[in-house]
């Protein structure tokens, strides 16, 4: 079965600062990777994806992921952060299309705090 | 274009009651899904389906039952409600069969359910 961790709970940034939020997956065959973020009483909203091709994908609001197969991480970052990024971040994958292909599942969800 | 619409928005329910979450989407998807978001454990997916008069479990279906008479709604129902059930319910779509890697899952913006 897939699975995603998150390792760290919250990650504090200064406004202007490069942000990253950590991910690390487990799925066999190639993996389907996703970042979603949540604000408060919201439903997650899409940011990016990874299917296939260029290990850095760019997304919404400036945000980009790197996917990496050897450390099979995909790490979401921004080079400047915003106080309007201050959000909850989900990392997720999709299973492979045999088998739980119709399944994604989530990590824990980081919490980025960015201050003035 | 309302997307995924979920009511009610918050609820509280007795030990022992039964209820039904209702969700609906107005984009024709054919994928829709339950999740259920419990703090430090992301979100868990519950049921999903893949067309109308297709279900499916998924990570922690006990307690909760779905049908799929339409392809717009999905309701998930509680039977006899415990505490443990107290959580924030999110319902998804995507379109295609299954998680199509082209399109991300809509979210809607979640029913707060407090069990006591």
């Known amino acids: 079965a897939q699975s995603v961790a998150q390792p760290e709970d919250q990650v504090n940034v200064a406004e202007g600062n490069p942000l990253t939020v950590k991910c690390t997956y487990s799925v066999s065959g190639n993996p389907y990777l996703f970042w979603y973020v949540q604000y408060p009483n919201r439903g997650l909203q899409f940011l990016l994806k990874y299917i296939t091709g260029d290990n850095l994908v760019k997304g919404s609001y400036g945000f980009e992921a790197e996917f990496n197969k050897s450390q099979t991480s995909f790490h979401l970052k921004k080079p400047s952060a915003l106080v309007s990024d201050s959000a909850l971040y989900f990392c997720a994958v999709r299973g492979p299309v045999t088998g739980g292909g119709n399944k994604l599942t989530f990590g824990t969800g980081t919490q980025l705090k960015v201050e003035l | 274009n309302a997307g995924v619409t979920q009511t009610p928005k918050f609820q509280v329910l007795k030990t022992g009651q039964s209820m039904t979450l209702q969700c609906a989407q107005d984009m024709n998807h054919e994928y829709m899904s339950w999740y259920r978001q419990d703090p430090g454990m992301g979100l868990r997916l519950i049921h999903y389906?893949?067309?109308?008069?297709?279900?499916d479990q998924g990570e922690v279906p006990n307690g909760y039952n779905v049908s799929r008479s339409t392809t717009e709604d999905f309701p998930l129902r509680l039977l006899s409600a415990a505490p443990s059930q107290t959580s924030v319910y999110f319902c998804?779509?995507?379109?295609?069969?299954?998680?199509?890697?082209?399109?991300?899952?809509?979210f809607g913006n979640g029913t707060r359910l407090t069990v006591t």
């Open positions: 998804a779509s995507s379109p295609g069969t299954g998680i199509s890697y082209n399109s991300p899952l809509h």
């Open positions: 389906s893949v067309g109308a008069g297709i279900t």
